[in-house]
């Protein structure tokens, strides 16, 4: 198969899965008990009122009536109101982005140069005392909770010693930078310890493949032979993984932006989903959905092109 009609493929596939993702989403959301207008009434509801608030919230509609309507208007780019407050879904969840993606950014930033030099640098000196310490260092904290080491972390380096803040309450994320080193560091301890060890694996099985050995008879140097030819068939199995990471960047990482009180759209579909605001957790599967499609083609992509033998295969 072609690279042109695979994407066209994927994508094709990708348009199908958005919209039954919304419609999942969505009876889901249906099945929880109460609704936006018990939210509102407060915590002491009276009935006549929860009444006239489903009834001005069009909450007595029919579920697959709401649900068409919703459709149909998202389809020209409106996600509708908020049904807790006088905003639009897509304010809401524009204004939650920035943090999110301001984190999910660094993240990667620093993410993929040290991914790839740990794995590469491990595999180079495969069953020495450095390769069995970076083996045996990246599987333990992969094996550690992310909550557990958000809080340990911040209970040494922000309570105890207090070098830094402990949680974004009351300050700008860019006014104060030094609020993003610690939930930075803990999204960067378990993907960069899935992904060296991914490089790594990859980094020997290349080394050792007949289609390195070809370029070293050929008289190439190590060097190039090494990040010329060696690397881009390691970092292949790697990329999937890669993908699956920056979904779950953007998608909002609920415990980190729980920890570390940062208004991103894990954080806003936690408010969401406690509220039953149907018209924002729709607005916000939507983004989670497109991208999850979005970043799994670009890796798919990637990961044929970058790959030698699937361009010979092709």
Known sequence: MTLPSYVARRTLLGVIQVPLVMCGVFFLAEALPGD??????????????????RERLGLNEPAWHRLGDWLAAALHGDFGQSLVGPRSVVDIIASAAGPTLLLAGLTLVLLIPLSVGLGVLAANREGSRLDRLITSTTLGLYSAPEFAMGLLIVTVFAVQLRWLPPTAVGTSLLSNPAVLVIPVFVLLLRPICSLSRLIRAGMIDAQRSEYVRHVRRIGLSPTRVRFAH????AVTPAIQQLAR????????????????????????????VAARDL??????AVVFATTTVLVNLAADVAARVLSPTAEAGR
């Open 230 to 233: 060696a690397l881009p068939n």
């Open 279 to 284: 018209p924002v957790i729709q607005g916000l």
């Open 245 to 272: 990471t920056i979904d779950w960047l953007v998608g909002g990482v609920i415990v980190i932006e729980a920890i570390f009180v940062v208004p991103g759209l894990g954080t806003t579909l936690v408010q969401a």
């Open 36 to 53: 936006a207008a018990v939210t509102i009434a407060g915590d002491n509801p009276d009935p006549a009122i929860i009444a006239v608030l």
